[in-house]
């Protein structure tokens, strides 16, 4: 049996410029309802933060919401989704709490939030931390520079280790990598936010 876990999903506020932006988010939003997974994301009901969450919820799925206070007019719409949520101080707050309440990562295309909370999880990883798999989805070549970036961290001799994300091109494929990751060591039973999840 494949445990349920709390994903956290950083994906973009904005729509991007293309359809099959918001069309992977849905598909992602979706596939956690249906697998049982909890979603932890940012709290926004716009861009493909919203199409996730929308979807999540359409399919009955759980769902923590967290956002700082300052950030609530700006990304909460009036049709967000049914969902756990939790107001924090401030952005680092709001990292903190994703991250100690998710068991693994998937990252849809976003912009500098969605990049800045992708290299939070992969700093933690490249020190040692037990943070959980980190899975990018592909759309349109969107994480090759990002790619390219780390590459060149390596090469350079700044960084020792490429291999701490994994690119994927669809929701499926991310869910099942997550679940394959986290299979060994992750209890049945869902974590809470307040028990952080330490597998991979
Ligand atoms: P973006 O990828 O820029 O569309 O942003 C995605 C989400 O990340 C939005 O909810 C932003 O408010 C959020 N965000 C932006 N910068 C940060 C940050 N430094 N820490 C935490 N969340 C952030």
Redesign the pocket.
């Known amino acids: 049996m494949t445990a349920k876990l709390s994903v956290g999903v950083?994906?973009?506020?904005?729509t991007g410029n293309s359809p099959r932006y918001l069309d992977v988010g849905g598909d992602l939003g979706r596939l956690l309802a249906e697998r049982g997974h909890r979603l932890v994301y940012?709290a926004?009901g716009v861009?493909v933060?919203g199409a996730v969450a929308r979807s999540t919820a359409a399919g009955g799925g759980h769902i923590l919401g967290v956002i700082p206070e300052f950030?609530r007019a700006r990304?909460m719409t009036d049709d967000l989704p049914s969902q756990e949520l939790v107001l924090t101080g401030d952005?680092?707050d709001?990292?903190r709490m994703m991250i100690g309440g998710a068991d693994a990562f998937i990252a849809l295309p976003?912009?500098?939030?969605?990049?800045?909370?992708v290299v939070e999880v992969l700093s933690m990883a490249a020190l040692g931390l037990d943070v959980g798999p980190l899975v990018l989805i592909d759309v349109a070549g969107d994480w090759d520079p990002f790619l390219d970036m780390v590459d060149g961290l390596a090469r350079r001799g700044f960084a020792r280790r490429t291999d701490l994300c994994h690119v994927v091109g669809g929701a499926a494929e991310a869910l099942d990598l997550v679940e394959a990751l986290t299979v060994a060591v992750v209890p049945q039973a869902r974590r809470s936010e307040s028990e952080p999840a330490r597998a991979h």
Do not use: I, N, W
């Open positions: 950083f994906c973009g506020a904005s940012g926004g861009g933060m950030l990304e952005l680092f709001r990292k976003g912009g500098y939030g969605t990049v800045d909370e």
